[in-house]
């Protein structure tokens, strides 16, 4: 499991501030508020906004 669920508990979009969510594949967290996905790389979750990519 890439991202233990504790940790998503606590995981915050920082643009928005409101809870994320790991995508179906497991490589990254959703914002549905923004509609940003936060990469996961290596097992860490990278919440930059600069890293985040528009979902289709």
């Not at 497991?26 to 914002?31: E, I």
């Amino acid at each position: 499991m890439p991202v233990s669920q504790e940790l998503l508990d606590i995981l915050a979009c920082p643009k928005c501030k409101q809870p994320v969510a790991l995508n179906p594949t497991g490589t990254g967290l959703v914002c549905q508020s923004c509609r940003l996905e936060y990469p996961i790389m290596d097992d860490i979750p990278v919440m930059l906004i600069d890293e985040a990519k528009p979902l289709a």
